[in-house]
């Protein structure tokens, strides 16, 4: 008998082995270090004959297990990490189990509950669904959203000027425009990947004191372009301090110019789950195309984004992806003709566990909760000795950094600072900056963290600190 046969006859004794392992490492998160230094294994040679499931669950237990980070865990405030929920923990391991490759209908009912799992979202974030509202589809994340989102614009750029952008090339685009005050690096790097060029966007000015784009700046600019095709990338939740723009104002302006709003929400599309902030989101609901993450605030799994339009056509002939084998008569959405990828994996599974699980009221207390323990941070730091905050605390992210002497200096000495706070295990953070100040990022999104979880991290802060004082170099 082969080693993969013998191993699916005892697949529940494995399974069981999987279940502890992963169980002890949960158990274990409140005392492993919460991010790890070791950034290696012992090299390992690929052997002729395996040595099993069983052998090599004992080989991760021992040899990588004890070196993970514990980003699932409370304290890991780096980028913008969500953790899992047992429901999304359970949606992960049924989709792995499962393996449906759903972007073709006819075969399984994967394609109806992808379908059936983007209007929940929709509903969540308070979007009109379908025909004459949003569709769209899962991402591996906001990266890949993004490069449908642009997609989507590039070819409705093509429109304009008469050209099939996705047929013939971007050689014959121009007479096009795009606007922007503080777009993400992703979307970035998805008008590289689509050849509209990363640095190919006129930079709008900003409100004094915020990363927010200043309207009256965008309408200049609008006004001053003799563009036929105009874009507006705006941001809900700008990924520094959680700023977000006026987005209501800014589609105003976009009606007014026959301009395309293309809204990055990647975590501040999730402020709309609360009546609290979802007025911060107000007008995103009038965007062409939105882009966001479950794997960040909806804590599920890595990897998960979503991408959603007003523009089915557009994704649908951008990303159209024909072969006779492809062919189907089900009604059920062709999801290979609006993603990147080919093969997919059941991302919308775990999400739906989730969606079901806790309803709209768990995602509303989850978003809530971590916005109100990031207020709770930045009061600390607000009157704590050596610290000051760089930005207000508007959503679930808190900028700050030391004290640490006149500018120069100081922003040079953030990242000893910040590697001297991780170096205590009790918090993971990242770098920030706002108005040329470089700073520490915190960024509360894990459904684990409670108030004990704060006054932790405040005791990190003053740990770090101390300690680089004691070294002389502060």
Not at 21 to 45: G, K, L, W
Not at 166 to 191: I, N, Y
Not at 391 to 410: E, Q, T, Y
Request: overall charge negative; charged content about 20%; hydrophobic content about 45%.
């Amino acid at each position: 008998m082969s080693v993969m046969h013998r191993d699916y006859a005892e697949l529940p004794a494995i399974l069981e082995e999987a279940r502890r392992i992963a169980v002890s490492f949960h158990e274990d998160i409140a005392a492993r270090p919460v991010a790890s230094p070791v950034t290696a294994i012992a090299a390992q040679t690929l052997p002729d004959r395996g040595i099993g499931s069983m052998a090599a669950l004992q080989r991760f237990e021992n040899d990588v297990a004890p070196h993970l980070n514990a980003s699932v865990g409370p304290r890991y405030l780096g980028y913008v990490t969500g953790g899992s929920t047992a429901a999304a923990i359970a949606g992960d391991w049924l989709t792995g189990a499962v393996d449906q490759n759903p972007p073709s209908p006819g075969d399984s009912v994967a394609p109806a509950l992808i379908h059936e799992t983007v209007g929940m979202l929709a509903d969540l974030f308070g979007l009109p669904f379908g025909e004459g509202g949003f569709d769209g589809t899962f991402t591996s994340g906001a990266l890949a959203a993004n490069v449908l989102g642009a997609s989507c614009y590039r070819e409705w750029i093509g429109r304009k000027a008469n050209l099939d952008v996705t047929h013939d090339g971007v050689m014959g685009l121009s007479g096009f425009e795009v606007f922007a005050a503080s777009p993400h690096a992703t979307m970035l790097k998805a008008q590289g990947l689509i050849g509209m060029g990363r640095q190919t966007y006129t930079s709008v000015g900003r409100l004094d004191g915020r990363e927010a784009m200043d309207v009256d700046a965008l309408a200049a600019a609008l006004s001053a372009s003799d563009a036929k095709a105009k874009v507006v990338i705006a941001s809900a939740g700008i990924v520094s301090t959680g700023d977000f723009e006026d987005l209501n104002a800014i589609a105003d302006l976009c009606e007014a110019h026959g301009a395309w709003l293309h809204v990055d929400g990647a975590f501040g599309l999730f402020a709309r789950s609360s009546p609290r902030f979802a007025g911060l989101a107000a007008g995103i609901e009038r965007a062409d195309s939105i882009t966001t993450d479950c794997h960040k605030w909806l804590n599920v799994p890595y990897d998960c984004g979503l991408f959603l339009t007003r523009h089915l056509d557009l994704l649908e002939d951008t990303m159209r992806l024909t072969a006779p084998y492809l062919e189907t008569d089900d009604p059920a959405p062709s999801y290979i003709n609006r993603s990147i990828e080919s093969s997919q994996r059941f991302r919308a599974l775990p999400v739906w566990m989730t969606l079901l699980a806790y309803g709209r009221n768990g995602v509303r207390e989850m978003v809530e909760r971590t916005c109100d323990l990031a207020a709770a941070l930045g009061d600390r730091i607000d009157v704590m000795e050596g610290y000051e905050l760089l930005a207000p605390v508007r959503l679930n992210i808190v900028l700050f950094r030391g004290v640490l002497g006149d500018d120069a200096v100081s922003n040079a000495r953030q990242k000893v600072l910040m590697e001297a706070i991780n170096a205590t295990g009790k918090v993971f953070l990242t770098p920030g900056l706002f108005d040329g100040k470089h700073g520490i990022r915190a960024a509360f999104s894990n459904w684990m963290t409670t108030a004990p979880d704060v006054e932790i991290v405040a005791d990190a802060l003053k740990d770090g600190r101390a300690a680089l004082m004691q070294k002389g170099a502060a």
